[in-house]
Every structure is written in C-alpha cells, then in structure tokens.
C-alpha cells in the first residue's frame, strides 16, 4: 500500500487513553477515531467529564505521569506521535502544533514580562538572537491587535486583562506558525464582546496561515458559527461525528439532541417554552452500564440498549453514529426531544414595586502612592456603579447585562449589603435597606438571600448538605433543629434532588448538584428577593437547563422577584422580564425582555447582541466589534461613557455632554444622544433568526 500524499494533518487511531489513581486504572478515553483535515476547524464537545480535554492533551503528549495512551494511534502530519522521542516532540510544540490552554493567568509565568515570555520561545525555536526575538515578539503582540504592543510586552501578565491574556496566550501559539492548534475552552471566562474578538482573531491568522485547529468547548454557539465539522464525547466515547451544519440540521443521537435541547435559542423566552435539560450525569469511568453508555439518560432506550453497546456505523457520507436506534432517528419514525409541559405565563405587574434603587453609587477608595501623597494630588477611586435607578415587582425578574467591569457584581452586592454604598437608596417592600450588612436584623436578612456564580465556593465543605440547609431555617426563622431537618428533605425535594442526599457532604456531589442545593438554601427562607449572580456559567449546557427551569418553577410557587446577572444574553433574554444593559456602572438601556432583540438598540446593546455566538448554523448576525478595552474605572470617559468606543458616536456632543433618556417602542429607555428616531433608521435586527432543526 502507498502512503497517502496528503494525509489529515490529525489522525486519532482507535485512541484510548487511561489515569492511574490510587493504584487503579480507569479509562478516560475510549476506543476514539477521528481526522482533521488540513485547513479545517474540527469542533469536539460534551459535557464536563466527557473525556474533551483528555483528547486535546493526549493530542499534545501532554497527559502528565498519571496518564498515558493504552492503545491506539496519534497521527500528526503523516507522523506517529506515540512514536516520537521527547526531544523530536520538543521540536514540533510550538513549531509545528500549538495548544491554547483555557486559563490564560495560569498559563503564563506571573514573574516574567510578556515579551520576555515571547522572545524566549522565539529564541528557542528559531536561533534568533535577542534583539530579533523582541522584534519578532512585539510582531506576534501586533498580529493579535493589541492596541499598544510595546506596552504590552513590558507588562507582566496581571498587569493585563483577560481578553488581553488571552491574545498573548494566541500569540504564544501562533510565534511559531503551527499547522495545528488545538484550543481547549478558550473563551470560557471571557464575555461576549472579548469571546467575540478572540474568536474572529484566531478565524482569520488560521486562514492567512493555512492552519487546522481542534477546538474544544462546550459552547455550541461557538462550534455553530466556527467549525465545518463536530465530533461529540459522552463518557469518554465518540457517539456523533458529522459536517456542522447536518449535526445541528438533524442530531443522529440522542444526546447530541439533548445537548441543543439545552440551550436558550436568542428570542426563546420563559413564558413561550421550556428548556429541555438531560435528566441525571455522566457516569463514572468504573461504573458504566453494560450496553449503551448513554441509556440510563436517553428517551428512547429499548431492552437492545441495556444489554448491547452500540457500533459506530455510518448511516450517510461523512456521518458517524454510536446508536442502535440512528435508522428511526433518521427517517422520522421517532425523536428524540423530550415533552414537556407548556411554560406558564409570567406573572403579570401589579402594585407597588418590591425593590426600589435611586441613584445608587459604589465606589471604591484607592490608596494612594507616596510620590501622589507628596504631589498633594487627591484621592482616587473605583467609580463601580455610578447613580443607578431601577425598580423590581413582585414575581418578576430582572435582567441585568454587561462586559466583565460594568459594574453589575457591584451593584448586586450592594443590595445584599455585602459592600457598602457611597450614595442612593434602596428600599425593599418599602423599607429602606441600611448599606452595611451587620446593620440588617433577621428579618431583614431572611427577606433577600444570594446565589453566587461558584457553588464550590458557596458551601461549606465540612457540613452536610442537611446541615448547609438548616442554617438558615434556624438562624433566620427560629425553627427548632429538628423541624430544620424536616423541611431540609422538603427543600431537597423542591430542588429534585433525594432526601438522602442530606448526609451528603458538598464533595460527594456535581457542580449541578452544588448548585441546586445552593439554591435550595437561598430558598430556606422563603425569601421576597432573590440575587443571582451568574449561578449558571460555570455549568454545561444541559444543567443550565434544569437549573434555569428550576429557578423558573420556584419562582412562581414563591412569587419571589428575582435580580439576575450574567453575561450571556441569550440566558437573561429567555429568563427575565425585564432587562436592564450596563456599562462602566451605568445603564444604558432598560425595557422588556420581550423587546431585547428588536431595533432601536442603544449602540452597546447593539455591539453586544451582535457578539452572542447563536447555537444555530443557519441564524445570521451582523459583526459589529467594539475597538479598544473598557476604560478604567477610576478615570471614566466624560459625556457619554461609552463614547470611546462607540460606533455611532457623534463627536464633541457624546465627548462632552450627558445623554439624555429617551423612550423607545416596546417600553424601551435609551441613555443615548442619538435620536431614537434616527437610530430605528440606521439599524436593522442584529440577529436573523433562523430554524431549529428537526
């Protein structure tokens, strides 16, 4: 047989790939073959503990002394990699394949300057000497449009933001002009705007290089919009592989169906349809059912299921399925989709608003420097929300958007007292809420209680789940111990989870299920508020659901009003009644959810609609990209705050004056100088809403 002249510039053999814990083996990977092919984006995703990132790695030979390649084959370029000595892989990494890990601030030395980690490689893979490695490494730093390289490259990484870390991190990669890079989850901690910037970066020094990539992720917004092929792990298994636009035209398996069940389609809202979460998690590597690994979750689950695994077959050209029942599937006979009831109506507004902010303002004190406090200069602080007035009924739910330092966290915490106001007021059922937190009596406390984005961080790790939950119940309400462990079960069950799972310490459980019972105690109390800030970001796709769903359902059996931050737009749009939009600590937009989606836009709602990568080939979004970083806090942009880096912006009058509020059709407020009017002229919908497949 000849060997093939041009092969995929990646070829994954029957991959399996095992970690040795305490003495034991356990397979994270199985059995996995794919190609990518030269030029091409390859999208690999599934939910956390699908074996992803054990692929990018195993990619890499970079599994640590715990793993190692049990069988199969790594092809790179022709090359077996499972073959090559550490010295030959030291001289393709960086060269020849590149890998973009998902923290940028753990991935680059906190104690040497940026450029210095740059030239370092260059020197390294190319015999450069000093002078043409910094040259070669502030061309990187342009390449990736940093607006002020040299600046960047005599910065140490702190010193930089994250979407700024991120592009050094691409730089990094991309110094030494790879054939392949994989990514694995690099835009998972930025927002919209950032994610959307550094997703069209690395699109276009892919193409102008010719290069592959394999990105990893859990987004199916982004594999949507930046991939011509996807491949989908479940358990460690390869159960779906298929062209971008068929898979999201019609899923073969169930569990990819399930996976865009999940997400919030932009427009979907609460009221219209629910979400359609996978019931239960992935299963352990040494507890897996006989059959189909998926069977204990999938809707369509026959007696073949439970007794026998599934080949890959190849029901079309180009399509790779692991399911007994892809025929049906594939010719109508049956779905996938799971029934559900019909969404409830929102509850309608009446009476007097339960939360109430005028001209809320926090603000940070700085110290100052000794060379300021010898100038006499005066001093400076961090302006983290700036004079905010919004209101909140009863049973509804507000949405609060924005990039990363707009101030929404800030405000959040002021309203539960977690940091002190500078100025406003805010009242809830029309008592005045004092700033400080140690000022509030229990009655106080119990009416407005918090989820936080990190359920890792918002438990206790030594109390038991029971125990997490009866806290609040004794503490706040006064009940006795023993009726706290009572209504513990109680709020178990109200979150789907068993009452046995109180013996639980938060270890034993998911980060679904960290979550649910965070929400559970934020619930104890039956409380007239509840704040969420970004409870669902850390989470796959298919617990967002469920969570969201839950939040839905509690909500009305409580008639709470909830306050919910995020930076996903599609989540807020489809959760919240009302939405409100800010930036640098101020709004710029508020109205009905309803209308989110619909022109006149304020300019920043604009931009970032626009970003939201939509978990659907077929919808079309108009590429509006924000130039330069947010400003900083401490010196914000007089007149409008967003005229530096507005696209519409008219020159001395957004420079200088404040904007007026204006009213838009659909109930919208605007904070903007340009004319309502001339703003529904000048735009169309950001978004073009396409189908939803099968």
Same mark, same amino acid.
């Given at each position: 047989m000849t060997p093939d002249s041009n092969p995929p510039i990646l070829e994954l053999r029957d991959l399996t790939v095992s970690y040795r814990t305490g003495g034991r083996g356990s397979d994270a990977l199985r059995g996995v073959s794919l190609a990518v092919e030269r030029g091409q984006t390859y999208g690999l995703v599934g939910e956390s503990g699908s074996g992803k990132s054990t692929l990018a790695l195993a990619v890499m030979r970079y599994l640590g002394g715990e793993g190692a390649v049990a069988r199969g084959e790594i092809r790179f370029d022709g090359r077996d990699l499972l073959a090559l000595s550490p010295a030959d892989l030291r001289r393709i990494w960086g060269r020849e394949m590149a890998l973009v890990p998902q923290d940028p601030f753990t991935a680059l030395n906190p104690a040497m300057r940026i450029g210095e980690q740059l030239a370092e490689g260059l020197r390294l893979r190319f015999g450069l000497n000093p002078a043409e490695a910094r040259a070669a490494a502030l061309d990187a730093l342009r390449s990736v449009r940093l607006p002020d390289a040299e600046r960047a490259a005599d910065s140490y990484p702190h010193q930089l933001s994250g979407g700024q870390q991120q592009r050094v991190l691409i730089a990094l990669a991309l110094s030494g002009r790879p054939k392949l890079l994989v990514l694995d989850e690099p835009t998972t901690a930025l927002d919209v705007t950032t994610e959307a910037a550094v997703l069209d970066l690395v699109r276009d020094l892919t193409r102008a290089a010719g290069a592959s990539a394999l990105y990893v992720t859990h987004n199916l917004g982004v594999v949507a919009g930046r991939t011509e092929r996807v491949a989908v792990l479940y358990a460690s298994e390869l159960v779906e592989d298929a062209p971008t636009a068929d898979l999201f035209r019609q899923p073969l398996h169930p569990y990819t169906r399930g996976l865009l069940d999940s997400v919030p389609r932009l427009g979907q809202r609460k009221d219209e349809r629910r979400l359609t979460g996978i019931d239960g998690s992935i299963p352990p590597p040494g507890?897996?059912?006989?059959?189909?690994?998926?069977?204990?979750?999938?809707?369509?689950?026959?007696?073949?299921?439970?007794?026998?695994?599934?080949?890959?077959?190849?029901?079309?050209?180009?399509?790779?399925?692991?399911?007994?029942?892809?025929?049906?599937?594939?010719?109508?006979?049956?779905?996938?989709?799971?029934?559900?009831?019909?969404?409830?109506?929102?509850?309608?507004?009446?009476?007097?608003?339960?939360?109430?902010?005028?001209?809320?303002?926090?603000?940070?004190?700085?110290?100052?420097? %000794?060379?300021?406090?010898?100038?006499?200069?005066?001093?400076?602080?961090?302006?983290?929300?700036?004079?905010?007035?919004?209101?909140?009924?009863?049973?509804?739910?507000? /949405?609060?958007?924005?990039?990363?330092?707009?101030?929404?966290?800030?405000?959040?915490?002021?309203?539960?007292?977690?940091?002190?106001?500078?100025?406003?007021?805010?009242?809830?059922?029309?008592?005045?809420?004092?700033?400080?937190?140690?000022?509030?009596?229990?009655? #106080?406390?119990?009416?407005?209680?918090?989820?936080?984005?990190?359920?890792?961080?918002?438990?206790?790790?030594?109390?038991?789940?029971?125990?997490?939950?009866?806290?609040?119940?004794?503490?706040?309400?006064?009940?006795?111990?023993?009726?706290?462990?009572?209504?513990?079960?109680?709020?178990?069950?109200?979150?789907?989870?068993?009452?046995?799972? %109180? %013996?639980?310490?938060?270890?034993?459980?998911? /980060?679904?299920?960290?979550?649910?019972?965070?929400?559970?105690?934020?619930?104890?109390?039956?409380?007239?508020?509840?704040?969420?800030?970004?409870?669902?970001?850390?989470?796959?796709?298919?617990?967002? @659901?469920?969570?969201?769903?839950?939040?839905?359902?509690?909500?009305r059996e409580h008639a709470a009003a909830t306050l919910f931050i995020s930076h996903d737009i599609a989540v807020v749009a489809y959760l919240a009644d009302e939405v409100a939009v800010m930036y640098l600590g101020q709004l710029?937009?508020?109205?009905? %959810?309803?209308?989110?989606?619909?022109?006149?836009?304020?300019?920043?709602?604009?931009?970032?609609?626009?970003?939201?990568?939509?978990?659907?080939?077929?919808?079309?979004? @108009?590429?509006?990209? #924000?130039?330069?970083?947010?400003?900083?806090?401490?010196?914000?942009?007089?007149?409008?705050?967003?005229?530096?880096?507005?696209?519409?912006?008219l020159g001395a009058v957004c420079e200088t004056q404040t904007p007026p509020w204006q009213t838009a059709p659909g109930g919208k407020r605007i904070f903007c100088h340009i004319p309502v009017e001339e703003l529904a002229a000048q735009q169309l919908p950001v978004v073009v809403f396409g189908g939803e497949g099968e």
């Open positions: 507890d897996l059912p006989p059959g189909c690994v998926f069977e204990p979750r999938c809707p369509l689950a026959v007696d073949r299921c439970r007794a026998e695994r599934p080949a890959l077959d190849e029901p079309l050209p180009g399509r790779r399925v692991r399911c007994h029942r892809w025929p049906e599937i594939l010719s109508g006979e049956v779905s996938a989709r799971r029934e559900l009831p019909p969404a409830l109506p929102s509850a309608t507004e009446s009476g007097e608003p339960l939360l109430r902010l005028e001209d809320v303002t926090v603000r940070y004190p700085l110290r100052r420097t %000794a060379a300021e406090t010898l100038r006499r200069e005066p001093k400076k602080a961090v302006r983290a929300v700036s004079g905010v007035s919004l209101s909140l009924k009863q049973g509804r739910t507000l /949405g609060i958007v924005g990039e990363s330092g707009s101030g929404k966290t800030s405000l959040a915490r002021a309203i539960v007292g977690l940091v002190q106001r500078s100025d406003g007021d805010i009242h809830l059922m029309e008592v005045e809420l004092p700033p400080r937190l140690s000022q509030r009596g229990r009655a #106080l406390l119990a009416q407005l209680q918090m989820v936080f984005q990190n359920p890792e961080e918002a438990l206790n790790p030594y109390l038991t789940v029971g125990e997490s939950l009866s806290r609040p119940l004794v503490n706040l309400l006064g009940v006795s111990r023993a009726e706290a462990r009572q209504r513990a079960g109680d709020l178990l069950e109200a979150v789907r989870l068993p009452r046995t799972y %109180a %013996a639980r310490l938060p270890a034993q459980l998911s /980060g679904g299920e960290k979550q649910r019972v965070a929400i559970a105690r934020a619930f104890a109390a039956n409380p007239a508020l509840l704040l969420a800030d970004e409870p669902v970001s850390s989470l796959d796709v298919s617990v967002q @659901a469920n969570i969201l769903n839950l939040l839905t359902d509690l909500q710029m937009e508020t109205g009905p %959810a309803a209308a989110l989606f619909e022109p006149p836009y304020h300019p920043y709602t604009e931009a970032l609609l626009s970003a939201i990568p939509a978990p659907d080939p077929t919808v079309r979004q @108009a590429a509006i990209r #924000l130039a330069g970083e947010l400003p900083s806090a401490v010196d914000v942009p007089s007149g409008c705050p967003f005229h530096t880096r507005c696209p519409r912006a």
